[in-house]
């Protein structure tokens, strides 16, 4: 089993910055495709940006792309997060694909199978 804590989570003002972590225990998940989701009160969650095992390619959603950076180490996934604004204010997960060095990298929620339990992002405008 593989368990994931989300932590960089907080205020901040329009225009400024965060840099997520994720740390993942249990469980080396350097062979695992990872990923950022978010959810915004009364919204679906949502893809933000992807990271393939091999630290290679990445994938962005529209919204954030310019905007964020994902990158990763061997335990470790990381979002910073740039030029905030109001429409980012959500709660953000890190997620993991338990497929071992699976070649295509997935934006939905059911190709990840571990999710860490979140942290909040707000964006004061």
């Known amino acids: 089993q593989v368990q994931l804590a989300e932590s960089g989570g907080g205020l901040v003002q329009a225009g400024g910055s965060l840099r997520l972590s994720c740390a993942a225990s249990?469980?080396?998940?350097?062979?695992?495709?990872m990923a950022w989701f978010r959810q915004a009160p009364g919204k679906e969650r949502e893809f933000v940006a992807a990271i393939r095992w091999s630290g290679t390619p990445t994938y962005y959603a529209d919204s954030v792309k310019g905007r964020f950076t994902i990158s990763r180490d061997n335990a470790n996934l990381y979002l910073q997060m740039n030029s905030l604004n109001a429409e980012d204010t959500a709660v953000y997960y890190c997620?993991?694909?338990?497929?071992?060095?699976?070649?295509?990298?997935?934006?939905?929620?059911?190709?990840?199978?571990?999710w860490g339990q979140g942290t909040q992002v707000s964006v004061s405008s």
């Open positions: 249990g469980r080396t998940v350097s062979n695992y495709n």
């Open positions: 997620a993991a694909d338990r497929r071992i060095q699976r070649r295509v990298v997935y934006k939905t929620i059911n190709e990840y199978d571990y």
